[in-house]
């Protein structure tokens, strides 16, 4: 192999993981060398070329990237949260972190990150299951993962077997003018309704016509 392999092309750098992850094979110590000595080039070719490689690692693929030097130069790092969820846009969001903006990633791909990054570990109440999806779904399960509570599963697949078909109270049944607080007494309602501390729309309106009020008098 030439000395200018990866000069002349520096995907080829990723490729060469890529291909020893997929195929399960390993370079020749030169090889090796050889990356080493061209880590820095890794962040060369264009991020959508870059994207390409990485969402085809397995975990253990990225530990090599790691091994070689090639993940530093990429913004990238590695804990044990790379092993907890199993799916090319978990290792992303795991390795990458916030750094993950820098790579052409879709809206989707960036809303899923952002579940992860701003999740905190819930307790295992119905309260704190609500106010955990509310963040983080679609992705609870992933989120879960990702903040080491995996034993909290299934709170979360027993919340979303019981999710109500249509909300206690909308918007325009309330006696407010628009703004904010509508959303955040709807937000509160739906909470309480997941605690079980309110199960009709009386018990709704009667909540609302009581926060609404101190809201009010407390301004």
């Not at 913004?75 to 090319?88: C, E, F, K, Q, V």
């Amino acid at each position: 192999m030439k000395d200018s392999v990866f000069e002349d092309d520096p995907l080829r750098l990723l490729r060469a993981v890529r291909l020893e992850d997929e195929l399960d094979f390993r370079m020749i110590p030169e090889t090796e060398e050889l990356v080493h000595r061209s880590a820095h080039l890794v962040g060369a070719p264009a991020g959508e070329r870059i994207l390409a490689e990485l969402r085809r690692l397995s975990a253990g693929g990225y530990r090599r990237l790691d091994s070689l030097g090639l993940l530093e130069p990429l913004g990238g790092r590695i804990d044990d949260r790379l092993d907890r969820w199993d799916s090319p846009e978990y290792r992303l969001a795991a390795v990458f972190r916030e750094g993950l903006r820098r790579l052409p990633v879709s809206n989707e791909l960036r809303r899923f990150a952002g579940a992860l990054l701003r999740a905190s570990r819930p307790e295992g109440d119905a309260r704190s299951i609500h106010r955990f999806r509310r963040e983080t779904e679609p992705w609870s399960l992933e989120a879960l993962a990702f903040v080491g509570a995996p034993e909290l599963a299934g709170a979360i697949e027993e919340a979303r077997r019981h999710d109500p078909a249509e909300p206690l109270l909308r918007g325009d049944e309330l006696d407010l003018p628009p703004g904010p607080e509508i959303g955040r007494l709807l937000a509160e309602i739906e909470e309480e309704r997941a605690a079980g501390t309110i199960a009709t729309k009386e018990e709704a309106l009667e909540y609302a016509r009581r926060n609404a009020g101190a809201v009010r008098e407390d301004g």
